[in-house]
Antibody, heavy 123, light 111 residues
Framework: QLQLVQSGTEVKKPGASVKVSCEAS????????INWVRQAPGQGLEWMGW????????KYAEKFQDRVTMTTDTSTSRVYMELRSLRSDDTALYYC????????????????WGQGTTVTVSS | QSALTQPASVSGSPGQSITISCTGT?????????VSWYQQHPGKAPKLMIY???NRPSGVSNRFSGSKSGNTASLTISGLQAEDEADYYC???????????FGGGTKLTVL
């Protein structure tokens, strides 16, 4: 069925990197983009960036531009989000979410969401 | 501070209607018809309720409707039910270098 399945919980030290995966199934992977959205404990949703599964084109929020990289692997229908130089305020639940924008820009109607990956940054 | 402004909380009694506003600028809400609304219950992933200002995905109750006037989008829930109690978020495409912006979220309480 239509779903996005994310990798498991991560615990990292400040300054480290984390790489979260998101595996798509139940639809044509390259016909959509994927957004990454995070939610700190008790806080709202924050958009991090978008990647086209069609051509690998990326758009990142300014806040994360220098620290995030999003990639795709069409052979496994997976999208990856790597966040570097982790800080304590990066502690959050990270979601991947499908986007109709598939080539140039996101069209932020996120209709399928992963289950979320908890990333904890602590010394 | 979120780019889109939503009220922190709204409430209503079962059967009533409520409206949640989402105010942006001409660079986002006012400039594009790419406004969406999401419902999030505690401990769950968000669920798309409205897209492109006023379209409902398949399976979403017709008690949920969306609209836009100028730089403000609105989500209306009619015939409130206990299960509608949740957090609601709007988002929009933006011409700024951030591309996508969310509202801060609105907690809906069904009295």
């Amino acid at each position: 069925q239509l779903q996005l399945v994310q990798s498991g919980t991560e615990v990292k030290k400040p300054g480290a990197s984390v790489k979260v995966s998101c595996e798509a199934s139940g639809y044509t992977f390259t016909s959509y983009g994927i957004n990454w959205v995070r939610q700190a404990p008790g806080q709202g949703l924050e958009w991090m960036g978008w990647i086209s599964a069609y051509n690998g084109n990326t758009k990142y929020a300014e806040k994360f531009q220098d620290r995030v990289t999003m990639t795709t692997d069409t052979s496994t229908s997976r999208v990856y989000m790597e966040l570097r130089s982790l800080r304590s305020d990066d502690t959050a639940l990270y979601y991947c979410a499908r986007d109709r924008g598939y080539d140039i820009l996101p069209k932020p109607s996120m209709d399928v969401w992963g289950q979320g990956t908890t990333v904890t940054v602590s010394s | 501070q979120s780019a889109l402004t939503q009220p922190a909380s709204v409430s209503g009694s079962p059967g009533q209607s409520i409206t949640i506003s989402c105010t942006g600028t001409s660079s986002d809400v006012g400039g594009y018809n790419y406004v969406s609304w999401y419902q999030q219950h505690p401990g769950k992933a968000p669920k798309l309720m409205i897209y492109d200002v006023s379209n409902r995905p398949s399976g979403v109750s017709n008690r949920f409707s969306g609209s836009k006037s100028g730089n403000t989008a609105s989500l209306t829930i009619s015939g409130l039910q206990a299960e509608d109690e949740a957090d609601y978020y709007c988002n929009s495409f933006t011409s700024s270098t951030n591309f996508v912006v969310f509202g801060g979220g609105t907690k809906l309480t069904v009295l």
